[in-house]
């Protein structure tokens, strides 16, 4: 069963999909997933994935998307890069451009490679950032929201790196350090709703990193510990539908009285690697950069985005000079 719903997957024609306003995920099959080292403090090579689990989790979130009304689009695994599986991992949308991740580690160095000649395939505009030697930026550091980027720093992607995410897109980056190396990606502890709202794990930042999000976010749905480390940040949404591996009594009560339907997809085999639902599929349909109205209204005005001019910090915040 499975190897024929991959197949149906792998001879979809993308390219319809990609060019509407329909929510779009890039995913890649765990065939060669397993943990074969040790980045992250999830990781612990003496505790494998159950692999048949793992198949049967990753096909029920592919059904859980397309439920939600997005498409799927499917790339193929490689069997020497068994994180390959956490697609959202390998780069930013920035509408037809794919911005290549500066993996930390060589280890998942190579998986760009694969995910550029997709995106290539397909007409898409490959770069990659201007980084020094020992400079990283990963994709899954950074989200929009409410007309800046925000973006974490620390564990995977080093502060200089954001101020070559800035300029490449022409955006405002608002830097977050992360102080508990389990929150390792910003994805595992900040996940945007609308642009009001966002679901917050301040234990995993720094004193004034959380300041900074306060001012930032109008209406948080902020994690205690025992939530945050249950992955429910490391989710998707889908028009309003929140998919996320699982969900806390009192954060399903605030998603419903905001409206929003929740759907709960376990993925507890990825997050032995550290990942979850956001991580398993990377969104097509994102745009960073500024539109030409944005661009043209601020240099007309001299304003910024609201709530900009309140948090700006010399040392975490990066202004794009014009």
């Avoid at 780069?91 to 998986?111: A, K, T, V």
């Avoid at 022409?170 to 900040?190: A, G, N, T």
């Amino acid at each position: 069963m499975g190897n024929l719903f991959q197949e149906q997957f792998f001879h979809q024609k993308s390219d319809d999909h990609l060019n509407s306003r329909q929510q779009v995920y890039l995913m890649c099959p765990p065939d060669h997933y397993g943990i074969s080292y040790e980045i992250n403090p999830w990781m612990d090579r003496m505790n494998q994935p159950d692999l048949d689990l793992a198949r049967e989790q990753w096909y029920n979130l592919v059904s859980d998307i397309q439920e939600a009304g997005a498409v799927v689009e499917i790339v193929p695994p490689v069997p020497s890069l068994p994180d390959k599986v956490f697609m959202a991992d390998t780069g930013l949308i920035d509408q037809n451009r794919f911005i290549m991740s500066r993996f930390r580690y060589p280890l998942r160095q190579l998986e760009t490679g694969y995910a550029a000649d997709w995106f290539r395939s397909r007409n898409y505009e490959v770069l990659e950032f201007p980084l020094g030697a020992e400079e990283s930026l990963e994709s899954s550091d950074v989200a929009p929201f409410r007309g800046c980027l925000v973006a974490g720093y620390g564990f995977r992607t080093t502060l200089s790196a954001h101020e070559a995410l800035a300029r490449l897109v022409q955006k405002q980056v608002l830097s977050i350090k992360f102080v508990d190396p389990r929150f390792y990606h910003l994805d595992i502890s900040f996940c945007p709703l609308d642009d009001r709202r966002a679901i917050v794990a301040p234990a995993a930042w720094s004193r004034h990193s959380c300041e900074l999000v306060e001012k930032l976010v109008p209406e948080p749905l902020v994690l205690e510990l025992d939530e945050a480390m249950t992955f429910c940040a490391n989710a998707i949404v889908v028009g309003k539908t929140v998919i996320m591996p699982s969900c806390p009594l009192r954060v399903g009560r605030i998603l419903e009285r905001w409206g929003y339907m929740i759907c709960v997809s376990p993925v507890s085999e990825f997050i032995k690697a550290g990942g979850a639902v956001h991580c398993l599929a990377l969104d097509l349909q994102r745009c960073l950069s500024r539109s030409e109205a944005e661009i043209r209204s601020q240099r007309e005005t001299g304003a910024s985005m609201e709530t900009v001019l309140q948090i700006q910090a010399e040392e975490t915040f990066h202004i794009v000079k014009e």
